[in-house]
């Protein structure tokens, strides 16, 4: 079983209303620990690759890393570029045989946005690759509190239909008001759940992504506190949400601050309970199955997504 693309998998998640969890990868343990869930709850699995990630990884590690998971287990994987800033990164990674790349054009005007998205569609769609693009704006903490800001950040559903004709891309990130990292809210967690149904019913089997989607889970960041930690105020969206999402037309989430928090508040307690131990083994290890459970506990729980595979 080779990688496999997106196609397959958006097209059953949108017809039986849940969604893939897209997880960000940076090591060895972090991929271990995800495929493992996945294979335990015989789901999808989108492996995503940030710029970060293969600038601290290497490029050439991961990917063979991930092709590696593939052999060892059968399972079928997609090998996707997150948040690609220009076009030469996601032709890198075309040639380097990832099966699906986004290119995240949000930050630049309209058509901009659209020229650049549709070049790099054009390309990838000749080697077989399929492109993930991006309308709107993520907010951050202190956005999406007045209506007019919502209106001039989140997605358009007008441009999002629009968009999608004129470049082609194959799956699109929308914002509705999540963010990444840990302090998405303020106050009491909101999505714009309206515009969401808008732009579902306005672009019918069309399948969707949400980004900075990390619950912030609770007993992560209590864990990472106790144990020597400072991550006041911390929170994400809630589960009942992600879960909402994936009836509509949200095909894929997007994960890593959760992956982040469950690898560290392991790590932080057992160096707090061990203070004698270095062997990395000794704390990757329990790290790598505190992965695998938080996994698990998606795609079963969250992302409705277990038994899809
Ligand atoms: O969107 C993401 C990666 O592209 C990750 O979002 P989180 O920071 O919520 O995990
Ligand atoms: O979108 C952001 C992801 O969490 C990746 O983060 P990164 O760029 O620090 O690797
Ligand atoms: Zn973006
Ligand atoms: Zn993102």
């Known amino acids: 079983m080779p990688l496999v693309d997106t196609k397959e998998m958006f097209k059953k998640a949108y017809e039986g209303h849940y969604a893939v969890g897209a997880f960000n990868v940076n090591n060895m343990e972090i991929i271990q620990g995800i495929v493992e869930a996945a294979i335990q ?11 970060g990630a293969r600038k601290y990884a290497k490029h050439i590690y991961l990917t063979k890393l991930v092709e590696a998971a593939v052999e060892d287990t059968g399972l079928p994987i997609c090998l996707h570029l997150d948040h690609g800033a220009d076009f030469e990164i996601c032709k890198d990674c075309v040639d380097g045989g990832f099966t699906s790349v986004m290119i995240d054009g949000s930050k630049y005007p309209f058509e901009e946005n659209i020229e650049l998205t549709k070049r790099v569609v054009d390309y990838a769609h000749s080697k077989g690759v399929v492109v993930e693009a991006e309308l709107g704006k993520l907010a951050g903490v202190e ?15 007008d441009q999002a239909v629009e968009f999608v004709e ?34 579902t019913n306005m672009l019918p089997g069309y399948p969707l992504v949400l980004h900075g989607a990390s619950t912030v889970i609770p007993s992560f960041v209590e864990e990472c506190n106790k144990y020597g930690g400072k991550l006041d105020g911390a929170q994400g969206v809630p589960e009942d949400m992600l879960l909402k999402a994936g009836t509509f037309g949200v095909c894929k989430i997007n994960i890593d601050t959760d992956l982040r928090l469950a690898m560290t508040a392991s790590i932080r307690k057992y160096f707090t309970e061990h203070p ?34």
């Open 143 to 157: 956005d999406a509190v007045k209506v007019a800001a919502k209106d001039a950040t989140y997605t358009d559903p």
């Open 276 to 309: 004698g131990d270095f062997d990395p083994r000794q704390y990757l290890g329990p790290a790598r199955e505190a992965i695998k459970a938080m996994v698990a506990h998606k795609m079963r729980d969250v992302l409705n997504c277990s038994g899809k595979a």
């Open 41 to 51: 709850e015989k789901a999808p699995l989108i492996l995503q690759v940030s710029a």
């Open 166 to 199: 004129r470049t082609g891309c194959d799956s699109l990130a929308i914002a509705i008001g999540t963010s990444h990292g840990a302090y998405k809210f303020k106050g009491k967690p909101e999505l714009d759940f309206a515009r969401l149904e808008k732009i």
